[in-house]
């Protein structure tokens, strides 16, 4: 009799499980790409920011690059530092807008780049709504000065065959007239980048983080609105965050149960779960031999990483760029090793003496270095010899 009884129960629990799965839950087709924009700086999807974090990192390689999750570093010494923070939402509560404020007025640079921006220090975006809306499928992107390259960004939503209007934000004129914030960047005559100068500090806000996101890095002058967005922004060590995740402050990372809790579907997924768990431990409790577990295979990140980038720059046709930067690391580590100045007019015998290399292989170095600029294009074979002759250079110097 206690038997039966017993199989009632387990029927009864398997049929309240089962109307529950009908009535909580509904079969959707899950497509293989994420295109909503979340911005997250692991995210390889379409509007992910992972090649955001990679090209920031190769940007500023000659000085210590470093995500943060937690409260927003503060103990920098006496290096100058970069603060950037990407995502849909950057909200900072009274405490952390308070210290993104003492940051700038102690000389570091703030760079907030969302859709929506909410501080109370500066207080330009507490007091009124800086933003308005531009429903577009495509913009013009035109920063402001001399030269300047323009950056047509186009909105996808579906296996980069058509484009779609999205709300874009820009800021209000507002913004400069009463906060005085200068124009960087605009669209039809819409501010969507712009700086106000602390002494010696910045701020820096940007309205488009769709401009940052993997789906604009397929896109052609994605490289020169990224380089001319963090151009003339010289620091010590770079610090970069995801807005998202840190919108209700650092104090909600360590706790992803209230959001679960809050949301409906999540919540009865999570109580599912402990009763299906509940079901196994039940079932499975007699179980003799333990799960043997399946080893992960270990990747090559860094072979990874290496391929992203080399594939962006071979897309974007960017090599005379890439020998500008090896250019620069060059004439950098020379000074800081050898403490020779480029502009010394006998740089090359003095180097050539400390390093012990002949004069004509650094002459030939800083003529291939050095006309890269002048050059209409720069070929893939002249690339990897100006590459490989610079190798053997850092190889043999003493």
């Excluded at 398997?14 to 959707?28: K, S």
């Excluded at 308070?98 to 859709?115: P, Q, R």
Aim: proline residues 4%.
């Amino acid at each position: 009799m206690r038997s039966n009884n017993g199989i009632f129960i387990i029927l009864g629990i398997i049929f309240l499980c089962l109307l529950a799965f009908f009535v909580f839950f509904e079969y959707v087709e899950v497509p293989d790409v994420n295109w909503n924009q979340n911005y997250n700086l692991d995210s390889m999807e379409p509007y992910g920011a992972g090649v955001f974090a990679e090209l920031l990192e190769l940007y500023y390689q000659d000085v210590p690059v470093e995500e943060f999750k937690g409260d927003i570093p503060t103990k920098n010494g006496a290096d100058k530092a970069l603060y950037v923070m990407i995502g849909a939402r950057a909200e900072f509560p009274d405490r952390e807008s308070y210290t993104l404020d003492s940051l700038a007025e102690k000389g570091h640079t703030v760079m907030l780049i969302a859709s929506k921006i909410k501080t109370s220090h500066p207080a330009a975006f507490t007091t009124s709504d800086q933003t308005n809306t531009l429903r577009e499928d495509s913009l013009s992107v035109r920063f402001v000065g001399k030269d300047k390259p323009e950056f047509t960004y186009k909105h996808y939503t579906e296996d980069f065959k058509s484009t779609s209007k999205a709300p874009f934000k820009f800021f209000d004129s507002e913004l400069e007239h009463s906060w005085y914030f200068d124009e960087l960047a605009e669209v039809d005559g819409r501010t969507v980048f712009a700086k106000t100068d602390y002494v010696p500090g910045g701020w820096y806000v940007h309205s488009l983080p769709e401009l940052f996101s993997n789906s604009a890095a397929l896109q052609p002058g994605f490289l020169d609105n990224f380089n001319s967005t963090f151009e003339g922004i010289t620091v010590d060590r770079v610090y970069y965050a995801d807005a998202d995740r840190r919108k209700e402050g650092p104090a909600n990372l360590d706790n992803p149960m209230q959001y679960v809790l809050q949301q409906r579907g999540l919540k009865w997924a999570y109580y599912m779960t402990l009763l299906t768990g509940l079901l196994f431990v039940l079932f499975g409790g007699k179980r003799r031999q333990q799960v043997i577990p399946t080893r992960k295979v270990n990747e090559n990140t860094s072979l990874e990483y290496v391929k992203t980038l080399s594939r962006l720059f071979q897309k974007q046709n960017q090599n005379q760029k890439l020998v500008t930067k090896m250019e620069k690391v060059f004439y950098h580590r020379i000074s800081r090793e050898y403490f020779i100045d480029k502009n010394d007019a006998e740089f090359t015998s003095r180097l050539s003496r400390k390093t012990l290399i002949p004069e004509e292989q650094i002459d030939d170095i800083r003529n291939r270095l050095s006309v890269a600029a002048k050059m209409g294009s720069y070929s893939d074979g002249l690339l990897m010899e100006t590459y490989n002759k610079l190798d053997s250079f850092y190889k043999k110097a003493k």
